[in-house]
């Protein structure tokens, strides 16, 4: 299984400064058909997940453009340009391109 | 809208079982694939299960083969699993999740399952 190794685990930022979110995983995750099936997805406190980008940084509805994804082969990077409160949350990596799909640990946002 | 809407979580022993339902709206459920994640308390997501549209082909974690079972009926919009020889360790919230292409697209507000004695 491709294992989706997240940095760091915890992240406190100060409301409007940025925050910057790593994601690695142990292999490739261009697929043989040439796209990286990599996403992001946010959990906020005691809600679902919701998914933010797929195919690196194809944006899902909604989702606010202070947000962007970076990265390419094996190491990704989600940003948040100026965070907000309702930005705090855990943020996850996830890979499709092999089988089994596979999560990272995930990041939590806090404000200082 | 697309909503997704668990049921059938609860308390049960070690060594039970229970079955999980989700029923769709917004959208055409005979054209997606369905998967099963987990979130066990405080934990990471985890995919247990998933389903091919039409039902015919089916995936299992490790940890699932053998006592869970993915199913469904297109015909009810609805997703099941059934979960057998339940272990303390499958404590979690179960989400219902629809796939897009190589994603999770959508998600259910998740059942939660406590096995304890």
């Known amino acids: 299984d491709i294992v989706m190794t997240q940095t760091p685990l915890s992240s406190p930022v100060t409301l409007g400064q940025p925050a910057s979110l790593s994601c690695r995983s142990s292999?490739?995750?261009?697929?043989?058909?040439?796209?990286?099936?990599l996403s992001w997805l946010q959990q906020r406190p005691g809600q679902p997940p919701r998914l933010l980008f797929y195919?690196?940084?194809n944006r899902f509805s909604g989702v606010p453009d202070r947000f962007s994804v970076s990265g390419a082969g094996t190491d990704f990077t989600l940003r948040i340009s100026r965070v907000e409160a309702e930005d705090v949350g855990v943020y996850y990596c996830?890979?499709?391109?092999?089988?089994?799909?596979?999560f990272g640990q995930g990041t939590k946002v806090e404000i200082k | 809208e697309v909503h997704l809407v668990e049921s059938g979580g609860g308390l049960v022993q070690p060594g039970g079982s229970l079955r999980l339902s989700c029923t769709v709206s917004?959208?055409?459920?005979?054209?997606?694939?369905m998967t099963w994640v987990r979130q066990a308390p405080g934990k990471g997501l985890e995919l247990m299960a998933n389903?091919?549209?039409?039902?015919?082909?089916?995936y299992y974690v490790d940890s699932a083969k053998g006592r869970f079972t993915i199913s469904r009926d297109n015909a009810k919009n609805s997703l099941f699993l059934q979960m057998n020889s339940l272990r303390v360790e499958d404590t979690a919230v179960y989400y219902c999740?629809?796939?897009?292409?190589?994603?999770?697209?959508?998600w259910g507000q998740g059942t939660l399952v406590t096995v304890s004695s």
């Open positions: 999740v629809r796939h897009g292409p190589y994603r999770f697209e959508r």
């Open positions: 917004g959208f055409i459920f005979r054209d997606y694939w």
């Open positions: 389903i091919s549209p039409d039902g015919s082909d089916k």
């Open positions: 292999q490739s995750l261009v697929h043989s058909d040439g796209n990286t099936y």
């Open positions: 195919k690196i940084s």
């Open positions: 996830m890979q499709g391109t092999q089988f089994p799909w596979t």
